[in-house]
């Protein structure tokens, strides 16, 4: 199993930047792919960027420009400029495995930028 403790959020106004981590413990070797989501009003997670065991990563377009993600070891960072309101929400952290069909999720963490 892993486990995935997720730090970094905050209050921040538009156009701020944060920088989100997310540090991986247990079977770290067995991670194929780690992912920040953003929590929608009804509980919807949608995916905001990927990066694969492989290097390869990937941003939503409606971040493209503005976020960053990266990976160093068991920790994946999410940098986030020009921060705007609707980017508001409580960041998870997903982390998927070779060997198993269920993903590993953080606790999450809350990021509000105001107007």
């Known amino acids: 199993q892993v486990q995935l403790v997720e730090s970094g959020g905050g209050l921040v106004q538009a156009g701020g930047s944060l920088r989100l981590s997310c540090a991986a413990s247990?079977?770290?070797?067995?991670?194929?792919?780690m992912a920040w989501f953003r929590q929608l009003p009804g509980n919807q997670r949608v995916w905001v960027a990927g990066?694969?065991?492989?290097?390869a990563r990937n941003v939503a377009d409606s971040v493209k420009g503005r976020f960053t993600i990266s990976r160093d070891k068991n920790t994946v960072f999410l940098q986030m400029n020009s921060l705007k309101p609707e980017d508001t929400g409580v960041y998870y952290c997903?982390?998927?495995?070779?060997?198993?069909?269920?993903?590993?999720w953080g606790q999450g963490t809350q990021v509000t930028v105001s107007s």
């Open positions: 997903k982390a998927t495995t070779y060997d198993s069909p269920t993903a590993s």
């Open positions: 990066v694969q065991t492989s290097g």
């Open positions: 247990g079977s770290i070797s067995s991670i194929s792919g």
